[in-house]
């Protein structure tokens, strides 16, 4: 595997934190109600304006959005840079291996049965681990678990959980549970309060914070079992770890904004083409171009048309040709 310096890396720290700063900057001033940067820089200074209406926006919808848009990126990102170098395989992500489609079944069940946001995000964690475990569990065999298998698994896993979603729709009142739970699937931040930040945040960022201490043994967990074992690394409680955290990450973002595809698989890939494979700098790199990746899109989401538009949708036009070309140019080959 090829590292980059150390003087690189923190200059290339220091460029994505400018870059998430302007993120903000921009996803805060932008929107049906635009908001100058000047007047902007004063409100966050604690400066008055004459404009009480800016403070509103800013501080009961734009501010909490930002936040929650950036925690949803960066945990996307990092559970799956963390899931890929677990399963040493590139194109593994919570999406592949159902632990979003679990997720989603979970919450869209708990919309349909109780309409709490609590009971939500607690079903959507039961089924994420659910469809981890599933996945994980069926693609075992002799003790071991090969590239092919785990994919394959995966997708039958989250075939799975699609159908009981779509049992879900059909039997959900049309007129009320319905609408909200399609919505809902598609990704939204529409709906983030302070509170949703207050609540679910801290935990999507205990997970990251997880991943974040274990990120040099990740290198070591990229290896293969047996030169792992030989470096002293308990590999099957790390794997435990690993998947819990992830699979905390997964499920609470899925709970907090739905379903948001190709995040986990293609910013872990960016991110390695800025830093290399060397997960104590790649991981931190891993959490900004997420939450810069999320902002931007979220931004866009809400600014570009009149209505809204769902994020899911934006993260596939976006991330898909980017991940095509990406796969072209490199092969699916791990170093840069």
């Known amino acids: 595997m090829k590292f980059k310096s150390i003087r690189y890396q923190r200059l290339m720290q220091g460029a994505l934190i400018g870059v998430l700063l302007a993120s903000a900057a921009l996803a805060l001033c932008l929107g049906r109600y635009g908001i100058p940067l000047d007047e902007l820089l004063s409100v966050l200074a604690g400066q008055p304006v004459a404009n009480e209406t800016i403070y509103t926006v800013l501080f009961s919808i734009r501010i909490p959005r930002l936040f929650m848009a950036m925690i949803v990126g960066a945990g996307l990102s990092v559970a799956g840079l963390s899931l890929q170098a677990m399963f040493g395989n590139p194109l593994v992500s919570s999406d592949i291996l159902g632990v979003s489609a679990a997720a989603g079944f979970g919450a869209a069940l708990g ?142 973002t899925v709970s907090i904004c739905g379903i948001v595809t190709f995040v986990g698989l293609a910013v872990p890939h960016f991110a390695r083409m800025l830093t290399g494979n060397d997960h104590k700098f790649l991981l931190p790199a891993c959490v900004l171009v997420g939450a810069v990746f999320m902002v931007l899109i979220d931004t866009g989401a809400r600014a570009a048309t009149p209505a809204e538009i769902p994020l899911s949708i934006l993260t596939a036009i976006v991330g898909a040709p980017f991940f095509a070309v990406l796969l072209r140019r490199t092969g699916g080959a791990w170093s840069d």
């Not at 069926?138 to 159908?163: E, Y």
């Not at 598609?186 to 999507?204: C, E, F, Q, R, Y």
């Open 111 to 252: 919309i349909l049965l109780v309409g709490d946001s609590l009971a939500v995000q607690v079903m959507a964690i039961l089924f994420g681990f659910a469809g981890i475990t599933c996945t994980y569990g069926m693609s075992r065999r002799r003790g071991r678990s090969t590239v092919l298998t785990l994919v394959l698994s995966g997708v039958i896993v989250g075939a799975v959980f699609q159908a009981l979603v779509s049992l879900v729709k059909f039997v959900a009142d049309p007129q009320n549970t319905l609408p909200a739970i399609t919505y809902w699937l598609m990704g939204s931040l529409a709906g983030t309060s302070v509170t949703d930040v207050i609540t679910v945040g801290p935990a999507i960022i205990a997970g990251i914070g997880v991943l974040w201490c274990l990120r040099w043994k990740l290198n070591v967990l990229s290896l293969p079992e047996d030169e792992a074992v030989s470096l002293g690394v308990n590999v099957k409680r790390l794997r435990l770890v690993v998947i819990s955290a992830a699979t905390v990450i997964a499920a609470l």
